[in-house]
């Protein structure tokens, strides 16, 4: 019975053993199984589909006279001890509950945040303000912890080059290459975004030398290149460190200088064959307002221009290649004739390198995990997850919002990744459904803390699914499960001016049918109005907000399934591997770093 389950402590803690995990994902896997209605449910379709119905009938009757606050309190606060339930709880529920906990892997970091941020919340105390400049509290948490990690590994394992996959706008790289002095290279498939990081690490450098004066500081390399699923560590590696083939060759920079300033990019001194790179004699303007500089006093190269986009064409940038042509030189896959050993001397000779990804979206977290696992001088790895439901599974190769495959055909999936997984369902690619991965992605503790501090019933769910109704009765099946725009204000608005907005935002031909009416005008005017049924359903905020916090306690049992894939994956390719907790889950609910390093047992 699976009631059974909460009686005992199963969580996996970093020591965990091989088959402390496997048994935890047993267990997980016959416990979703058995919720499956709540796991695959859509909020906006409680009234349309009835969930408060498929429920137990005692379940209904304690959660629906529950307030809001203690909604959250009892069934939501795992940190609440102990607690005085106002009535008599059914023993199915409360085994629900310690179940769901039981399952779920460690979220709360050994080490408290409280200290770390001002009065406000808004600054942290642990970068300085140069790192805090265009990131917000979430990511600045983020990246001074994911960093220290990074940097303890490279202390640990004595190398200092870092991948950082998946940089975005570069914050966290541009912190381990100035603050953490590591040689970093970040690798990001948006030029846009890989613009951006050009752009911030210029003006730190700038705010550096208004501080400090003409002193180097180490920058990241970054690189604008896309990841296949696919992809071999060849082919990456011929990525992220290009052949140079003397004059013509696309090289690193090595030093750089803005107005007066000496700026070393992190990656420059050693190409992938371990040896310094040649000089070329090539002038380079950083933008479009700085005056070209020698390059036989200031050796620069192509490559640089390739890999942050100064010279191809971005926003804000005039002249140079166009954003085809760079994609083309950066990303073109082959090795050209190099044997793959030379890569590997190369990267071993510097001591190899640590692979990280900060929120790696969908299926770029389990390629990372693969390009480890194949490259032999990658030492160590740390990955941080998100966006479950973009991964693709042999049942859904192709699910809704995931990056599109640049001409290549797709024969890896993202999940299950395990062999030993897989072998556990008999449609492995239906283990869990989209739905289900998407729920992953909700955290109980950061809505827990909104709906109390809004001290109501949080109405944008109730709202969202009480206006159903009104679209199905409104519009053909094929209008089902529309995507409305949201609408901030939910809070302080009537059912019926939040219904009104929305419908009057939707765009013509989107709702498949949806047209506006004259029912319930006094004047006769068209106008967007909603029906009795849609207005009686969004007073019963109590239940839809019940239902929703059912199905936020089976999140973290599913997070934590799709995690201990990835790391019964590497257990099975031999790799030593711990998942530990290293965010708060209050600022940033996708916590969990998985950590793997090759040679040396992690503790």
């Given at each position: 019975m699976w009631t059974s389950m909460a009686g005992r402590q199963t969580d996996c803690h970093p020591s965990s053993t091989v088959e402390e995990k496997k048994k935890m994902v047993k267990q997980t896997l016959k416990f979703l199984s058995m919720f499956e209605n709540v796991l695959d449910a859509y909020t906006i379709e409680f009234f349309t589909e009835n969930h408060w119905n498929k429920i137990p009938a005692s379940w209904q009757f304690v959660l629906e006279r529950l307030s809001q606050d203690e909604l959250c309190r009892l069934l939501l606060d795992d940190r609440v001890d102990p607690i005085c339930y106002p009535a008599v709880w059914p023993l199915s529920l409360l085994a629900f509950k310690a179940t769901s906990a039981a399952l779920t892997l460690p979220r709360w970091p050994a080490l408290g945040g409280s200290l770390e941020f001002n009065g406000d919340g808004s600054q942290s105390r642990l970068l300085g303000h140069a790192f805090r400049r265009h990131v917000k509290p979430k990511k600045q948490h983020e990246i001074c912890r994911l960093g220290q990690i990074v940097k303890d590994l490279c202390d640990d394992l004595g190398c200092r080059e870092v991948v950082d996959i998946g940089s975005g706008q570069g914050h966290l790289s541009r912190y381990m290459a100035a603050e953490l002095d590591l040689t970093v290279t970040a690798v990001e498939a948006d030029p846009q975004l890989v613009a951006m990081a050009t752009k911030f690490d210029q003006q730190l450098a700038e705010t550096h030398r208004k501080k400090v004066g003409p002193v180097a500081i180490k920058l990241p390399r970054h690189v604008v290149g896309h990841v296949e699923s696919d992809a071999s560590w060849e082919e990456f590696a011929s990525m992220v460190w290009p052949e140079d083939k003397g004059h013509n060759s696309l090289q690193s920079l090595e030093h750089l200088h803005i107005d007066g300033l000496s700026v070393k990019r992190s990656s420059g001194m050693h190409g992938p064959r371990g040896r310094k790179d040649r000089q070329v004699s090539e002038t380079f303007p950083l933008a479009d307002d700085e005056t070209k500089t020698d390059a036989s006093t200031h050796p620069v190269s192509l490559r640089h221009a390739v890999d942050t986009g100064a010279l191809n064409g971005l926003p804000g940038r005039k002249g140079g290649a166009g954003i085809d042509e760079v994609r083309n030189r950066v990303s073109g896959l082959g090795l050209e004739g190099r044997q793959a050993d030379d890569?590997?001397?190369?990267?071993?000779?510097?001591?190899?390198?640590?692979?990280?990804?900060?929120?790696?979206?969908?299926?770029?977290?389990?390629?990372?995990?693969?390009?480890?696992?194949?490259?032999?001088?990658?030492?160590?790895?740390?990955?941080?997850?998100?966006?479950?439901?973009?991964?693709?599974?042999?049942?859904?190769?192709?699910?809704?919002?995931?990056?599109?495959?640049?001409?290549?055909?797709?024969?890896?999936?993202?999940?299950?990744?395990?062999?030993?997984?897989?072998?556990?369902?008999?449609?492995?690619?239906?283990?869990?459904?989209?739905?289900?991965?998407?729920?992953?992605?909700?955290?109980?503790?950061?809505?827990?803390?909104?709906?109390?501090?809004?001290?109501?019933?949080?109405?944008?769910?109730?709202?969202?699914?009480?206006?159903?109704?009104?679209?199905?009765?409104?519009?053909?099946?094929?209008?089902?499960?529309?995507?409305?725009?949201?609408?901030?204000?939910?809070?302080?608005?009537?059912?019926?001016?939040?219904?009104?907005?929305?419908?009057?935002?939707?765009?013509?031909?989107?709702?498949?049918?949806?047209?506006?009416?004259?029912?319930?005008?006094?004047?006769?005017?068209?106008?967007?109005?909603?029906?009795?049924?849609?207005?009686?359903?969004?007073?019963?905020?109590?239940?839809?907000?019940?239902?929703?916090?059912?199905?936020?306690?089976?999140?973290?049992?599913?997070?934590?399934?799709?995690?201990?894939?990835?790391?019964?994956?590497?257990?099975?390719?031999?790799?030593?591997?711990?998942?530990?907790?290293?965010?708060?889950?209050?600022?940033?609910?996708?916590?969990?770093?998985?950590?793997?390093?090759?040679?040396?047992?992690?503790?």
């Open positions: 890569v590997r001397g190369g990267r071993a000779q510097n001591g190899g390198f640590v692979l990280t990804g900060l929120h790696a979206c969908g299926d770029l977290s389990v390629t990372t995990l693969r390009l480890f696992a194949q490259c032999p001088t990658a030492r160590a790895l740390t990955s941080i997850s998100c966006c479950y439901m973009k991964l693709s599974t042999r049942f859904q190769p192709h699910p809704p919002g995931a990056a599109e495959s640049l001409g290549r055909t797709h024969k890896i999936y993202g999940f299950p990744l395990s062999g030993w997984l897989a072998s556990q369902h008999p449609d492995p690619g239906r283990l869990l459904t989209y739905k289900a991965r998407e729920l992953a992605c909700h955290a109980r503790e950061a809505y827990g803390r909104r709906a109390r501090k809004q001290g109501a019933t949080p109405r944008a769910h109730v709202y969202r699914a009480a206006l159903e109704l009104e679209l199905r009765r409104r519009a053909p099946p094929s209008a089902a499960r529309l995507s409305v725009p949201g609408w901030a204000m939910a809070q302080k608005m009537s059912f019926e001016k939040y219904a009104e907005e929305v419908l009057r935002r939707l765009q013509p031909g989107k709702a498949d049918g949806l047209e506006a009416s004259t029912e319930g005008s006094e004047t006769g005017d068209e106008r967007w109005c909603v029906g009795d049924a849609a207005k009686a359903a969004a007073q019963e905020g109590g239940r839809v907000a019940a239902f929703f916090a059912l199905c936020l306690l089976l999140a973290p049992p599913a997070e934590s399934l799709l995690l201990l894939d990835r790391s019964l994956w590497l257990h099975e390719q031999g790799l030593d591997n711990v998942l530990v907790p290293v965010f708060n889950p209050l600022l940033s609910p996708r916590n969990l770093v998985l950590i793997a390093s090759k040679g040396k047992t992690l503790e």
